[in-house]
């Protein structure tokens, strides 16, 4: 290893970790060296080593990290094994850069900051969706004041049939859940950063798996589904009988400071496709993506278009842009070059969204921030 790198390993060799990882690390070879990555399906952790010219492949992940030592781990596995594989990377002394959710319940997101926290390391969770220019400015235009007190957001993120048919996102052994924590999870943790990331006091949620049980059968594709640069490896038995997580799912977040945000997220919904986040304040209202303005000038209403610059910013033409932006900093952030910008208080706030979403629609109320100590019903 050159002097001075960082020695950077892989556990799971999918899509996710093909697609934007390791371009995205191989893009800083300067500051980093891959050694290894692993794969439980031995197939996959060699045409990934193959592919990315990786010195060393391995089937059991206790086994690379005691062989190699890396400095920092990228966990890109399955949901259901981030809290595991992240813990075991963590014990074994390595910073840990974690797919998204980190955790379906808040205590064990906190149990694996406890962790990193004792060991020494960083543990960040990719949060990479905050890095779109527009949320960038958004976040920017927020801390400044020009939206004022922030009481309201509403977050719609709607594929009409973009369900995930590529891996096994429909088995809640392994995804734990669907829609929600797939893409959803992206757009609540952007709004709520915008927002100041007051802190989450309850959930009301629903779910439900509707449309896609019946097995229609449509055209789609693995971009509309997820997968923009195709997949990669890994076993998969898809069928709709077999679907077991979430297609669809709405509700509210209650914060402590009396702020309220309504979400519906989908993979399969009769309603059209939709990116779309609104931000309310007492001076402006924010309306994204297309970064529209709502406020008032002396007497009249007025709508502002603010002439912008981020989409100017290096990776513009990448297709996982935000994770080339967010593996940027959190290895300069371990270099001691700048500052992480997603912050533990950040994604414990969100785990706790998660975990609260789950419960309420599990239970059919409200579920607040104290229940989640307990123990789950």
């Not at 890396?70 to 014990?91: G, I, Q, R």
């Not at 669907?178 to 989450?200: E, Y």
Request: proline fraction near 4%; hydrophobic fraction near 40%; aromatic fraction near 10%.
């Amino acid at each position: 290893m050159a002097k001075g790198k960082l020695k950077v390993a892989f556990i799971s060799g999918g899509m996710i970790s093909n697609a934007a990882h390791i371009p995205a690390y191989r893009n800083l070879a300067d500051k980093v060296e891959i050694v290894a990555v692993c794969d439980i399906y031995e197939p996959t952790a060699r045409a990934t080593a193959q592919r990315w010219e990786i010195p060393s492949w391995y089937t059991d992940a206790a086994e690379m990290l005691e062989r190699e030592k890396p400095d920092l781990v990228s966990v890109c596995t399955s949901n259901a094994a981030h809290k595991a594989m992240s813990l075991l990377a963590l014990e074994s002394g390595a910073n840990v850069l974690c797919e998204k959710p980190l955790a379906f319940r808040y205590t064990d997101a906190k149990e694996l900051f406890d962790t990193a926290a004792r060991q020494g390391r960083m543990l960040v969770t990719c949060q990479s969706s905050r890095f779109t220019p527009e949320y960038l400015d958004a976040r920017e235009l927020a801390e400044h004041g020009c939206l004022g007190n922030v009481y309201f957001a509403e977050v719609s993120r709607i594929r009409r049939r973009g369900v995930p048919t590529w891996g096994n996102f429909h088995r809640k052994d392994i995804n734990g859940g669907g829609a929600f924590c797939d893409i959803g999870v992206h757009v609540l943790d952007a709004v709520v950063w915008i927002m100041g990331n007051p802190k989450m006091k309850s959930v009301s949620g629903a779910m439900s798996s509707v449309l896609t049980r019946k097995g229609e059968n449509l055209v789609t594709s693995l971009s509309e589904a997820g997968a923009p640069l195709g997949r990669f490896g890994g076993r998969c038995s898809y069928t709709p009988d077999q679907f077991e997580t979430e297609e669809f799912a709405a509700g509210s977040i209650r914060f402590e400071n009396d702020a309220m945000l309504n979400f519906k997220v989908a993979w399969a919904v009769n309603l059209p496709v939709s990116n779309a986040i609104s931000v309310v304040g007492e001076r402006a209202g924010l309306l994204l993506p297309e970064f529209r303005l709502l406020s008032t000038y002396d007497r009249y209403q007025a709508d502002i278009l603010p002439r912008r610059f981020n989409d100017e910013r290096k990776y513009a033409d990448k297709t996982f842009n935000g994770h080339w932006r967010l593996i940027e900093n959190y290895v300069n952030a371990l270099l001691g070059l700048e500052e992480p910008m997603i912050r533990p208080e950040e994604t414990l706030n969100v785990s706790a969204i998660i975990d609260a979403f789950y419960r309420s629609a599990q239970l059919g109320r409200e579920v607040r921030f104290d229940e989640l100590t307990q123990s789950p019903a």
